[in-house]
């Protein structure tokens, strides 16, 4: 069944103006994006352009999940051809993946590893977080040093382990995607809960709702 938060998302806005479709919105973005010099967080931009421009949808990896790869590639940020003092983020990863296989006793706490020896090299951001963040190339630490990013649940166990939890308390809450937040930090060493299940799940295009996610059918 499509719930009404799947169908704004797909199709129209609430006064019937329709969404740019992906190879509208993309290019719409990238010249956008192409008058700064510098980079500057994408979805903060996106967010300011959604202002001037409400055929841009709301959450655009949701809308054109078929073509969605990365914020990156949809404004085009190699476009810029930014010259910075810093590594790029692929000589980077380099440094790092040598740094970890150096080390006999592998590091379990990636980002204190990485305070360790970024002093080495002031081509090393010293917030490799925030500085590729704006570039919208930044995945996650275990990207950085090349290893496997956590697996996560499906949707169907995901669905029941929620679930489950939901009926377990007395005062049930009112705000699921706080509460799921709460659920994912509270159960973060036994259970693997995306981030952003709403885009995460979207790919598999098993995604409703939080509401879908906490109550059983």
Not at 52 to 70: A, C, G, H, M, N
Not at 160 to 184: D, G, M, S
């Amino acid at each position: 069944m499509v719930t009404l938060e799947t169908s704004f998302f797909a199709f129209s806005t609430l006064f019937g103006e329709e969404f740019f479709t992906f190879d509208e919105a993309m290019p719409y973005c990238s010249r956008a994006y192409s008058k700064f010099k510098i980079h500057v967080d994408l979805q903060s931009f996106y967010k300011s352009l959604r202002l001037e421009e409400s055929r841009l949808p709301s959450v655009p990896y949701i809308t054109y999940k078929d073509q969605w790869v990365t914020w990156a590639e949809f404004f085009n940020t190699q476009q810029l051809e930014v010259v910075s003092t810093y590594y790029s983020l692929t000589e980077l990863r380099t440094l790092c993946r040598k740094k970890y296989a150096e080390q006999d006793k592998k590091p379990a706490n990636l980002q204190k590893f990485f305070q360790s020896f970024k002093h080495e090299d002031e081509k090393i951001p010293k917030n490799p977080f925030s500085f590729y963040r704006q570039t919208g190339e930044w995945v996650n630490w275990k990207d950085l040093f090349g290893l496997e990013s956590n697996k996560w649940l499906n949707y169907q166990s995901a669905q029941e382990f929620c679930v489950k939890c939901y009926q377990q308390e007395t005062v049930k809450p009112t705000n699921l995607a706080i509460y799921y937040l709460a659920l994912r930090e509270a159960y973060k060493e036994e259970v693997n809960l995306p981030r952003h299940p709403e885009s995460y799940y979207a790919k598999t295009n098993e995604w409703h709702s939080f509401k879908s996610l906490f109550v059983a059918v």
